[in-house]
């Protein structure tokens, strides 16, 4: 029982268990905004930390959630079908959260970096309106709030201040 699984033969949830089998370092959280390389390896991810720490949270409040819907315009993370209740958990860095230590414009190539940023921002914001056009309401969680329970208990809080949230509501006849 001493040997391990091979490098490379583990399945995805197995990653980052187990340090030594990998050569990835884990970031202490404590130390400071991400750095590049790690908010790269972020972009566009699915079931990433901060994610996985929100729906914790939520979860563990009672609430229940569809995930990645892609019939709605941005694959939101976490769809709130009765209360028509979407959540992003948006990386500071890719999503510009502004004023935040994570995100900063990188000094070489700016111009270009300034550029793919403004279109992911632009991006964003066409999103946000596509949903709330089509009746949903949209909750932004930052990366950088995710470890904060009070910003985590007032989204669960208004999230429930909506009746019968329940995983499996009737399909709203209300569509369209
Ligand atoms: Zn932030």
């Not at 860095?93 to 190539?109: A, D, L, Q, V």
């Not at 946000?128 to 990366?143: F, S, T, Y």
């Amino acid at each position: 029982m001493s040997s391990r699984a091979q490098p490379g033969a583990m399945s995805p949830d197995q990653r980052g268990s187990d340090p030594k089998s990998t050569g990835r370092k884990r970031r202490n959280p404590k130390t400071g905004p991400l750095t590049r390389s790690e908010n790269m390896s972020r972009i566009r991810g699915r079931d990433t930390k901060p994610e996985l720490i929100v729906r914790r949270a939520l979860w563990a409040s009672g609430l229940r959630y569809r995930l990645y819907d892609g019939r709605l315009p941005g694959r939101p993370d976490l769809v709130f079908a009765g209360p028509r209740m979407v959540v992003f958990v948006h990386g500071c860095f890719w999503h510009c959260h502004e004023g935040c230590i994570n995100f900063r414009i990188p000094k070489t190539r700016s111009e270009w970096w300034a550029a793919k940023l403004a279109r992911n921002k632009l991006r964003d914001a066409k999103v946000r309106a596509d949903l709330e056009a089509g009746g949903w309401q949209v909750i932004v969680i930052w990366e950088c709030e995710v470890e904060n329970q009070a910003v985590l208990a007032s989204i669960a809080k208004a999230l429930k201040s909506f009746p019968k949230l329940l995983r499996h509501r009737v399909r709203e006849s209300a569509i369209g």
